[in-house]
């Protein structure tokens, strides 16, 4: 009996596996047009989660991130108040995380790391919880109809029932027809929309979602970059005074060095000139990764609707934690690299910037 | 040719697809850093966080042109 029962168990697992993906097939390619897969429309900006409201939907979905992570916090602490030392189940997993940066960032940057961890760790769970949020069903698929605003496809919608006083309404994919813009007649019809009343129902819709992942927002990745690079120089000041602009401007070396000097001069303003390279290839780097995800998830959910997209869920997890982390990594280490002088670390790194420069 | 904005619109898309071509050298960055990395820590186990730390710090390097490339087509599919 004992071991008839767990084997039960993993059967009507397999069973409901099945059944999920029979309804897939049914869904996907025999029933009703408005149960079949929608060909994703692609909007770059974030939108507003409302006609006229301020707040776009990334910024939402940031939002609720930020409110998971304070409750992550609070429970951390509290777990921490209740004297328990060894730690378990969820605050286990989370305590493994924080022992692995810990153990990072005190690897590449020594006795700093306590000052560090506080920016970067946060850097880290931030894009983390943020790339985990925008895994949950509902997001960037629920929202509400609008025309398109520039040339793409659009869908009649179709009454499905009322919630309340407030119909709800999904596309329907068999009706999609391609609107097309010209620049001039979209001024014009833009003008008229803002004169007329904005809230009659469209006749071609497209889906703007109320939730998006927050690192498809370029806003959010630049922000974050912008932070990370600015506190890079903080933590270069900090820990060598003004003494750390010298790798800026050597002005030392160009009355002293000859014609060394100059060249020295010139890949100091080179290093100036990476500085804001960094943000550059920092904000795009985690925007460039997250945006390839979402836009792969849609459009292979909508060719092969059935089986591929759980593996590509996984895979956008996978990728998820790999671009929080090397946010993270690249973070601390530029941070070490501006703790030390640059005459320390000055053989290698000039060799490498002449190189960059011939 | 007989739509202009049509046209337009079609070459745009096409140099969006040419600006992704740098994508290949990062392939071929990311790559042969997994190669090296994967190797080292085959023949030194005990070194393998260190190794992993600064492969992926490689490859993050690596990609950035990728990224780069990504960045260019984008402005020309959204912006320009």
């Not at chain 1, 945006?291 to 593996?311: H, K, Q, R, T, Y």
């Not at chain 2, 071929?28 to 850093?33: D, F, P, R, S, T």
Request: hydrophobic fraction near 55%; include cysteine; aromatic fraction near 12%.
């Amino acid at each position: 009996m004992s071991e008839a029962k767990p084997k039960k168990r993993v059967a009507v697992k397999r069973w409901i596996v099945l059944a999920l993906i029979l309804i897939g097939i049914y869904a996907a390619y025999i029933g009703p047009s408005i149960l079949k897969p929608v060909a994703p429309t692609v909007i770059l900006p974030a939108e507003p989660i409302w006609p006229g409201v301020w707040m776009t939907n990334t910024i939402l979905a940031t939002l609720i991130t930020d409110v998971l992570l304070i409750l992550l916090a609070i429970g951390a602490y509290r777990f921490h108040k209740a004297g328990k030392l060894v730690p378990s189940g969820f605050y286990n997993a989370f305590e493994a995380i924080f022992e692995y940066l810990w153990n990072s960032v005190e690897g590449s940057s020594g006795r700093w790391a306590r000052r560090i961890i506080p920016l970067v760790a946060t850097i880290f769970l931030l894009i983390f919880v943020a790339n985990m949020v925008k895994m949950v069903p509902g997001f960037e698929s629920i929202g509400y109809l609008e025309p398109p605003h520039k040339t793409s496809i659009a869908y009649h919608p179709v009454k499905l029932f009322s919630l309340g006083s407030l119909p709800v309404y999904a596309i329907d994919p068999a009706t999609s027809e391609m609107v097309v813009f010209d620049d001039n007649e979209a001024h014009e019809a833009e003008a008229e929309h803002s004169a007329e009343e904005e809230h009659a129902l469209c006749e071609l819709c497209q889906v703007i979602p109320f939730l998006r992942g927050s690192a498809t927002d370029l806003n959010f990745t630049f922000a974050l970059a912008v932070i990370a690079v600015v506190m890079t120089q903080v933590y270069g000041v900090w820990s060598l005074g003004p003494r750390y602009f010298n790798k800026f401007f050597q002005f030392g070396k160009l009355i002293s060095g000859g014609v060394f000097g100059i060249i020295d001069f010139g890949v100091g303003f080179l290093e100036l000139i990476l500085e804001f390279a960094k943000i550059l290839s920092f904000s795009f780097r985690l925007f460039g990764n997250i945006f390839a995800g979402v836009l792969l998830l849609s459009l292979v959910g909508a060719l092969l609707p059935v089986v591929i997209p759980p593996g590509l869920y996984l895979f956008e997890i996978f990728f998820g934690i790999i671009q929080a982390y090397v946010f993270f990594l690249l973070a601390t280490m530029f941070i070490s690299m501006a703790l030390v002088g640059h005459e320390e670390a000055h053989e290698e790194e000039v060799h490498d910037q002449e190189i960059v420069a011939a | 040719m007989n739509d202009p904005v049509a046209f337009v619109n079609g070459l745009r898309l096409l140099g969006a697809g040419l600006a992704m071509l740098g994508a290949i050298g990062a392939g071929v960055g990311v790559g042969i850093a997994a190669s090296g990395g994967v190797q080292a820590m085959g023949r030194n186990p005990d070194a393998a966080p260190i190794i992993q730390t600064n492969m992926i710090l490689g490859m993050a390097f690596a990609e950035a042109v990728a990224i780069y490339a990504l960045a260019v087509a984008l402005i020309i599919i959204f912006a320009a």
